[in-house]
C-alpha cells in the first residue's frame, strides 16, 4: 500500500513540477545587446532572431534595455516595447511553444511604464501558432507602479505563440512601456488536485494505523 502512496506522489510531481516552458523569457540570455542596428551604451535595437528563442517580426525591431541608463525590471536586460520606431513600428515579437489538449496553463510577466505616451497600448497575447487565431489578449495603458499580470488558457494538443506587440502602436520611439519575466506554466486542473488530496488523505490514514 505504501508503494502506490509513493508512485502516486512521483505521478504528482512529474505532471505538476515542469516549470516555465517558455525559454529567455527573462530575456538575460543576450549574445547581440551592442551589436544591433542602432544602440548607445544603455541600449540595442535588435530584429529577426538576434534575441535567442525569440522571432522578430520582419521589418520590426525590439529594444533591449542594460541596467547602464535606462529602466529594467529585473537582471541585467529587459525589452522596451517600442522598438525605436524603426520602421514606424514598435515591437512585434513572438515565441511558440508545445501544449498539450485540455491542460489549464498560465502566461505570467511583468511590465511597467517609463514615459507616459497616450497613443500606444502594450499588448500581450497568445495565439495558434498555425491559425494565428487569438487564445487570450490582454491590452496595458497608463498606470503606475510595476505589474504582474497572469492570462489563463487552456492548450490545444499544437503550439501556442505568445506575441508581444503595441495595437495601435505609436510608431515612434515612445519609451512607454518595459516588459520582463514572461513565464508560461501548466496548471493543475481541479479533478488532479482533488485526487492529490485523497491521495493524500489516505496516505494518511495508513499511516496512523
Ligand atoms: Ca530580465
Ligand atoms: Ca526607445
Redesign the pocket.
Given at each position: 500500500m505504501f508503494f502506490r502512496c509513493g508512485f502516486v506522489g512521483a505521478m504528482a510531481l512529474t505532471t505538476f513540477a515542469q516549470g516555465n516552458i517558455l525559454v529567455n523569457g527573462?530575456?538575460?540570455n543576450m549574445p547581440n545587446f551592442g551589436a544591433g542596428i542602432n544602440r548607445d551604451p544603455g541600449y540595442t535595437l535588435l530584429t529577426g532572431t538576434d534575441i535567442p528563442n525569440w522571432t522578430i517580426v520582419d521589418g520590426y525591431g525590439a529594444t533591449v534595455h542594460n541596467t547602464v541608463l535606462y529602466p529594467?525590471?529585473?537582471?541585467?536586460?529587459?525589452?522596451n516595447t517600442d522598438g525605436e520606431g524603426y520602421n514606424g513600428h514598435n515591437i512585434n515579437m513572438y515565441q511558440d511553444f508545445a501544449t498539450s489538449a485540455n491542460q489549464a496553463y498560465e502566461l505570467k510577466f511583468d511590465w511597467k511604464n517609463w514615459y507616459e505616451a497616450s497613443t500606444p497600448l502594450l499588448r500581450i497575447s497568445v495565439e495558434d501558432a498555425a491559425t494565428n487565431s487569438v487564445v487570450v489578449e490582454g491590452y496595458y495603458g497608463i498606470l503606475a507602479g510595476l505589474h504582474s499580470e497572469t492570462l489563463n488558457f487552456v492548450g490545444t494538443g499544437g503550439a501556442l505563440r505568445v506575441r508581444i506587440s503595441h495595437s495601435p502602436e505609436s510608431g515612434y520611439n515612445d519609451n512607454t512601456f518595459i516588459v520582463?519575466?514572461f513565464a508560461v506554466e501548466a496548471v493543475p486542473a481541479p479533478g488532479a488536485a482533488g485526487l492529490l488530496s485523497l491521495g493524500a488523505l489516505a496516505a494518511g490514514r495508513r499511516r496512523r494505523r
Amino acid at each position: 500500500m505504501f508503494f502506490r502512496c509513493g508512485f502516486v506522489g512521483a505521478m504528482a510531481l512529474t505532471t505538476f513540477a515542469q516549470g516555465n516552458i517558455l525559454v529567455n523569457g527573462d530575456f538575460e540570455n543576450m549574445p547581440n545587446f551592442g551589436a544591433g542596428i542602432n544602440r548607445d551604451p544603455g541600449y540595442t535595437l535588435l530584429t529577426g532572431t538576434d534575441i535567442p528563442n525569440w522571432t522578430i517580426v520582419d521589418g520590426y525591431g525590439a529594444t533591449v534595455h542594460n541596467t547602464v541608463l535606462y529602466p529594467t525590471i529585473s537582471g541585467n536586460f529587459s525589452i522596451n516595447t517600442d522598438g525605436e520606431g524603426y520602421n514606424g513600428h514598435n515591437i512585434n515579437m513572438y515565441q511558440d511553444f508545445a501544449t498539450s489538449a485540455n491542460q489549464a496553463y498560465e502566461l505570467k510577466f511583468d511590465w511597467k511604464n517609463w514615459y507616459e505616451a497616450s497613443t500606444p497600448l502594450l499588448r500581450i497575447s497568445v495565439e495558434d501558432a498555425a491559425t494565428n487565431s487569438v487564445v487570450v489578449e490582454g491590452y496595458y495603458g497608463i498606470l503606475a507602479g510595476l505589474h504582474s499580470e497572469t492570462l489563463n488558457f487552456v492548450g490545444t494538443g499544437g503550439a501556442l505563440r505568445v506575441r508581444i506587440s503595441h495595437s495601435p502602436e505609436s510608431g515612434y520611439n515612445d519609451n512607454t512601456f518595459i516588459v520582463d519575466n514572461f513565464a508560461v506554466e501548466a496548471v493543475p486542473a481541479p479533478g488532479a488536485a482533488g485526487l492529490l488530496s485523497l491521495g493524500a488523505l489516505a496516505a494518511g490514514r495508513r499511516r496512523r494505523r
